[in-house]
């Protein structure tokens, strides 16, 4: 038999193993210095490498001492507030009146979240290069100004923080750059320089521009919010000159205006020399008193004896001209005369009379008449202008007369007709209103030309829309409607011209649009289908893109139907064979779950571990550890019932059960005919899978029970 205890292995619950202590087990690395070759020297150099400062851990944060610290010293609060532990450093930080505890871990403390803290940042103390968030003295990530990682130079006043680029420059000429990613700022406003008055920097380069307070100086220009630069007693100098807004331009030589005015207000212009401009603005009362000869106004030029104008033209606007002398030498020259609207030109040949207005009038006192038109008006192609007689007067040419009354024939239609040309007329409306008709049945126009609207007393409709039809018929084919393509309107077929989004009402209700599902829900539940035919199925996918996310839900997922167990099961599963999930995590309970049954333990692999069943054969659960299948609980039991014939004294047993080593196990015959009593006798292990049955007496006829647990 096998003794209770062994110092080899535990093989019962009674048996209690020999407590080692860390130092009583090798350990060896070659980051380790000499000397340190076993896990508690391992534990204790990590300490006080990484955790020189360490201080006894307190129950509380109400037990961290006020004084007596050091910086950096660190301690362990075993209940910071939610039962579980957390590590708090004495620091002093920016804006700290004094130092103070900062929690700066709160893994608490179990086996996973130390290392991973020890992976992610060994001792916050060092900058750590993938960026990090320091925490405040509750615990909370620093946010504001002063978020993420701070930096000093040295530890006392009057000591600086230093950055080279390289180490390879040494006291030479630097090659490398300190550079930035990130906008650059200052922690607080209008409180700190960008050099010193001795240290200065020797350039400032700058893309965009440069703002000093409300001055900005950027590419070309120099402004200021407040609409003021001042250069206080500073003369400026400029090579070409000055602009001032976007007008007026002060060169060495000269002052100008885009807009064509410069305004000297009130002031009075001095010179010694002419004066010389396209024009003198003036309300009489300023006027210089004198010209010197030869003064040039734009063209004009006003010389001793003469005013004359390059352009040929002097206008006197709305003034008179009186002289006490004659105009010209005794009589008009020239070959043109212009008064008002009125022009009289001699082209050599003709006498030109032209009004400028567009109507000529020959008018005589009351009473008198006109004797200047003493033959008749003649013209070679047609009477240009208007003729205009009394209001009680007509025009009588044959048949047709013309008076205030219209144009007309005494006889028959008055007909417009200008041979192959064309007949011009403005406004042209008929004498009483939805009377008259524009073209009949039997003469119709041809093509109308209009650029205005068709209207009546009520209604219009402008050219624009009409001509926005002209192409409704182009390609129109059964079930096309009319769209607006931008210009115009054109029949099409109603698909890409449609977008539900633009559609009214889609949102309101179902809208005839039961067959699709609505995302805000539809009253009284929605039943989605994949597909119409046997095995189809409906796909639930995160993204399009390869990096998928999660398909999430945020009610309870119950099956349609309840499953149920008779001779095997029926009812729904979540995955297959075939189709297997991978992890299920949950915080709660499972109820009614069962294990797998097999016959059999399966075969272990290293991609089972882990893997649960029920061994229907040995009524055992088992669990795979990527080698072997372990049973669940404090033992492997293995029973079967032996037969002995009355004359047998011993007998060879071959030990079936999968993972059974019949050397490990713990041997007892029974006999299943007197309550299961143990017999005693010599049970012999000769093999992982045999041992031999042996009593000193033959056992009486009957089955004995054999019963071995590992």
Not at 97 to 112: L, P, R, S
Not at 271 to 298: E, H, K, R, W
Not at 607 to 616: A, E, M, S
Not at 665 to 674: E, K, P, R
Request: no cysteine.
């Amino acid at each position: 038999m096998i003794f209770n205890h062994s110092r080899f292995q535990i093989w019962n619950r009674n048996q209690h193993p020999y407590s080692h202590s860390p130092d009583e087990f090798f350990y060896a690395n070659a980051a380790l210095p000499t000397g340190v070759n076993s896990m508690g020297a391992t534990l204790d150099y990590i300490l006080a490498v990484l955790y020189p400062q360490s201080q006894p851990a307190v129950a509380t944060t109400g037990d961290l001492p006020a004084v007596g610290n050091t910086i950096n010293d660190m301690r362990v609060v075993q209940d910071d507030g939610d039962g579980k532990a957390a590590s708090y450093r004495w620091e002093q930080r920016e804006g700290d009146a004094a130092a103070k505890w900062y929690k700066i871990y709160d893994v608490d403390w179990g086996t996973d979240s130390i290392l991973q803290a020890w992976q992610l940042k060994t001792l916050d103390v060092y900058v750590f290069k993938y960026g990090y968030d320091d925490r405040d003295d509750n615990g909370d990530v620093v946010a504001g100004t002063l978020a993420g990682q701070v930096i000093y130079g040295g530890a006392s006043a009057n000591t600086n923080l230093t950055l080279f680029a390289n180490s390879g420059d040494g006291v030479g000429a630097g090659t490398g750059y300190v550079q930035f990613g990130d906008n650059v700022r200052p922690t607080a406003h209008d409180s700190f320089n960008l050099g010193t008055n001795t240290e200065r920097w020797s350039n400032i380069y700058a893309q965009d521009s440069v703002v000093v307070g409300t001055l900005t100086v950027g590419d070309g220009n120099i402004t200021d919010v407040s609409g003021t630069v001042s250069f206080s007693n500073n003369e400026i100098y400029t090579a070409t000159g000055i602009w001032v807004g976007t007008n007026l331009n002060i060169t060495p030589t000269q002052i100008i205006s885009g807009n064509g005015t410069v305004s000297f207000s009130d002031d009075n212009i001095v010179t010694t020399g002419y004066v010389q401009a396209a024009y003198i603005d003036a309300d009489g009362s300023n006027l210089p008193s004198a010209f010197y000869g030869g003064t040039t106004v734009g063209s004009l030029t006003l010389d001793d004896g003469s005013i004359t104008d390059s352009s040929g033209d002097i206008s006197f606007g709305d003034e008179n001209l009186s002289t006490t002398g004659t105009l010209g030498a005794g009589a008009i020259t020239g070959t043109s005369f212009a008064t008002g609207n009125l022009s009289i030109t001699d082209s050599g040949s003709d006498v030109l009379i032209d009004s400028t207005n567009g109507h000529l009038s020959l008018d005589a006192d009351t009473g008198s008449n006109i004797y200047a038109l003493k033959h008749f008006i003649g013209t070679t192609g047609y009477f240009g202008g208007q003729l205009q007689v009394e209001s009680t007067a007509q025009i009588v040419m044959g048949n047709v007369i013309v008076d205030t009354d219209g144009i007309r024939h005494t006889t028959t239609e008055l007909s417009l007709n200008s041979g192959t040309g064309n007949v011009v007329s403005r406004t042209l409306f008929p004498v009483a209103d939805s009377t008259y008709d524009l073209g009949e049945a039997a003469r119709v126009w041809n093509d109308i030309y209009f650029d205005g609207s068709l209207k009546n007393a009520t209604q219009e409709i402008t050219n624009a829309t009409l001509f926005s039809l002209r192409d409704i018929n182009v390609g129109v084919a059964a079930g096309m409607a009319l769209f607006w393509d931008g210009s115009k309107w054109a029949a099409s077929a109603p698909d890409t011209e449609i977008d539900h989004r633009d559609i009214d009402q889609l949102t309101t209700g179902d809208s005839g649009h039961t067959q699709f599902v609505m995302l805000a829900g539809r009253s009284g539940g929605q039943d989605i289908i994949g597909g119409t035919a046997a095995s189809q199925n409906l796909t639930l996918e995160s993204t399009s893109d390869g990096t998928k996310g999660n398909v999430l839900f945020k009610d309870t997922i119950l099956p349609f139907t309840n499953a149920s167990y008779s001779g095997g099961w029926s009812g729904l599963d979540v995955g297959s064979p075939s189709n297997k999930i991978r992890h299920l995590y949950s915080a709660g309970e499972f109820f009614g779950l069962r294990m797998e049954n097999l016959n059999s333990n399966p075969a272990s692999s290293a991609q089972n571990i882990g893997r649960v069943w029920f061994n229907t054969t040995t009524k055992l659960i088992y669990v795979d550890d990527g080698t072997d299948a372990v049973p669940v609980g404090a033992s492997t039991r293995y029973e079967e019932d032996l037969a002995f014939n009355g004359s047998e004294s011993s007998k060879n047993v071959t030990v079936t059960t999968l993972n059974m080593d019949a050397r490990k196990a713990n041997w007892q015959l029974h006999d299943n005919t007197n309550n299961y009593e143990q017999v005693y006798g010599k049970i012999t292990a000769t093999s992982a899978t045999a041992v031999t049955v042996s009593v000193n007496t033959p056992l009486p006829a009957g089955t004995y029970r054999l019963v071995g647990i590992q």
